[in-house]
């Protein structure tokens, strides 16, 4: 299979010593390409030698993806911001009447899937509220809409927590586990392809009771993308930080996805000859002649007979304009270091995206450097977070996407929302 995550790697490499003697041990770990503790990622937030975490995260990095860098072109869609939920450090959700509160109509919604189809889109990312009387229908219709006006395009959408509203409304096969199998299912009728990550947040019950009440918790989260996993669904998963919670909290937050990733993975990667650590670690990392076949789960590998989680998505927290606008929000170093603390805790994870519109471009830049592999997309319209004195028209374009990749030291590579290297020709595309 040609694909993107098949091209050579890059020679395995040696770490310079670093300064703090604390991360010896965790140093020659990477280097071995062992899995981290929490102990060790505690460590990597603790430490002052910021420069030694960001060469150890540059060298998975590197050893996944060799100087590859992806980005897509894609297009957000956000259907309605009416919710029911009144998350603390969100200020995008509006009630119905309120100033400010919208619906796409169908035929919004459609002109925007031409649209997208004749730009030369390969995705549609497509999340909202949880509407409080929307019927299932819609949501079915509004993906048979995008899909009859493009049917090329990727969709993927929903976040874990609207999944579970739509099993509600839908009353579908029941409250359970089976019942959100139902409900993806018909999803995947009417055209879902994929679960974007959102609404992870923080994995944790004194965070979730303080930020998002209301919120389905953790296990409700992980158990919609296992269903979808089981589905053949691949999905990712974000992390929010920098609000009310601590790093620790975030460590645990990484290893409840690693646990569950390293059981999806189990059986792929016995199939590939990689090994499974008797706790059942599966490490995705080279050098490439341990692993004579394919390094990393892609779509029809050997063996992978599920989805699974593709990228972490690490998300800064944007105060403006929410109920938790008095705090500070990250720095810059935090997220730098937050990002390659997710490279090297998700050892499992294929990909780690630094998305331009939370990070800033710049921002994003500099984390390819510090473990990201990919930036999202040309994006268009966003209205999850704006940049101060922004409206939702939030575009870079596909030259800019490859400016920035290329001056930060990589090559661009145009990815399908699969990461499948996509070959193109002006608006219209192929899978490579
Ligand atoms: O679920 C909401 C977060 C998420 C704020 O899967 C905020 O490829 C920061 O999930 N500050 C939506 N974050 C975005 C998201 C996403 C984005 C890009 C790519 C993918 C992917 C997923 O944004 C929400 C929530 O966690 N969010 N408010 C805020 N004030």
Known sequence: MSSAATAAPAPAARLRAPADPALAQIARKVEAGERLTAADGAALFATRDIHAVLRMADLVRRRLHGDQAFFNINRHLNYSNVCALSCKFCAFHRKKGQEGAYEHSMDDIRAEARKARDSGATEMHVVGGLHPWLPFGHYTDMLRAIREEAPQLHIKAFTAVEIVHLQRISKRGGDGYEGVKAVLRDLMEAGLGSLPGGGAEVFDDRV?????????????????????HELGLNSNATMLYGHIEERSERLHHM?????????????????????????????????????????????????????????????PFFPNASELEHLPGPTGLENLRTLAVARLMLDNFPHVKAFWIMQTLPMAQLELQAGADDIDGTVVWYDITKAVGEGNHQETSVADLKRAIREAGFVPVERDTLYRRVERDGASWRVG
Not at 208 to 218: L, P, Q, T, V
Not at 267 to 292: E, K
């Open 208 to 228: 979730h009771d303080e930020a998002f009440k209301g919120k389905i918790r953790s296990d409700q989260w992980l158990d919609v993308h296992r269903a979808a």
């Open 255 to 315: 290893e409840l996805l690693r646990t569950q990733q390293d059981h999806t993975l189990a059986a792929w990667a016995q199939a590939q000859g990689i090994p499974v650590s008797p706790d059942g670690a599966v490490v995705l990392t080279g050098p490439a002649a341990r692993y004579p076949h394919e390094r990393l789960p892609m779509p029809g590998s050997r063996g992978l007979t599920t989805g699974y989680f593709q990228t972490i998505i690490p998300l």
